[in-house]
């Protein structure tokens, strides 16, 4: 086809055609055929770099909890500590114990909150602040020896031989290791257990002085008599009344806290103190609302 015969061209547009944004409209070259106005509106579907990083900075919570994961327990330590946690020693286990390693990764950003958080099989790792209230419940009670004390020798803890009934995650078992001579912590759900078993193995890890933590799989509503008598006994799931088992694997001096079923069917907190003639002590500390406590392994 002869040149002349052509159609004038219009798209695509040549570059002098475009308008640009600052210009206000579209240069017509002299002579020919004015173009269409063309909408020149930038789409960005991804936000430039440098806005991605103040938004980082502006969230409550890092993103990446590598390094900078101390940063965000000291705050969650300050938040204990402003809700009435005292114990040196309950506090440097928090600031030293990575809750993030003990939750799943989609979750990552939420472990330094005060919130229970799912851990699989319809069971939850507890909320700081409760976890951190029944530790300290267990360092102060009447029995104990002030051996938590400047000055006091080394190697004796202040929660002793401790037993845990209700491993879930390792969490809890990992702070009690920190504060206790050896801990004992019992786990019914099989899965459950083993998920413990490889969060404690990443803990080891990353942790120079490995407290001395066993987990064992099985029922905890029978203890561990093997490793009785107990001088402290936590559990972290509420039954309808307090395991005799226990009570009987309690040592003298010991002092045991769990939830447990109230006259009103609602749950809670139950300190008992197995006094030095053997005697037992109950008081309570207050509503809570934990897993229930059930017989059997799965
Ligand atoms: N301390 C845990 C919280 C786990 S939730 C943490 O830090 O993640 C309570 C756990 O108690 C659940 O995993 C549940 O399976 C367990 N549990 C309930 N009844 C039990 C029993 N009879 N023996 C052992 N574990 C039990």
């Not at 109230?262 to 003639?277: A, M, N, S, T, Y």
Request: aromatic share 4%; charged share 20%.
């Amino acid at each position: 086809m002869p040149p002349s015969d052509r159609k004038p061209r219009r798209f695509p547009l040549q570059l002098d055609q475009v308008a640009s944004p600052r210009s206000g409209g579209a240069r017509t070259p002299i002579g020919s055929t004015p173009a269409p106005r063309v909408s020149r509106e930038i789409l960005r579907p991804q936000a430039p770099l440098h806005l991605a990083e103040r938004d980082r900075q502006r969230q409550a919570t890092p993103q990446g909890l590598g390094l900078d994961s101390a940063q965000v327990r000291l705050r969650m330590v300050q938040r204990l500590q402003a809700d009435g946690i005292s114990h040196p020693g309950v506090l440097q286990a928090f600031a030293t114990v990575p809750r993030h390693l003990f939750v799943d990764t989609a979750l990552v950003n939420q472990a330094y909150e005060d919130t229970s958080l799912p851990i699989g099989l319809g069971q939850t790792i507890s909320k700081p602040s409760v976890v951190a209230a029944m530790i300290q419940l267990l360092c102060v009670r009447p029995g104990l020896p002030r051996s938590d004390m400047p000055g006091a020798p080394t190697n004796t803890k202040p929660l002793g031989n401790c037993l845990e009934i209700g491993t879930g995650c390792g969490y809890q078992a990992a702070l009690l290791g920190h504060l206790a001579r050896r801990v004992v912590s019992i786990e019914r759900l099989r899965d459950l257990h083993l998920k413990a078993r490889g969060n404690l193995e990443q803990l080891r890890a990353v942790l120079p002085a490995w407290p001395d933590v066993r987990l064992v799989y099985g029922d905890g509503m029978i203890g561990h008599a093997p490793a009785a008598p107990f001088d402290t006994i936590i559990a972290a799931a509420g039954g309808s009344a307090l395991p005799q088992a226990w009570l009987d694997q309690l040592a003298p001096g010991g002092r045991l806290v769990a939830p447990t079923e109230d006259e009103r069917g609602g749950q809670v907190l139950v300190i008992v103190d197995r006094l030095p003639d053997g005697r037992f002590q109950q008081t309570r500390a207050g509503a809570v609302l934990f897993v229930p406590l059930k017989s059997g392994t799965t």
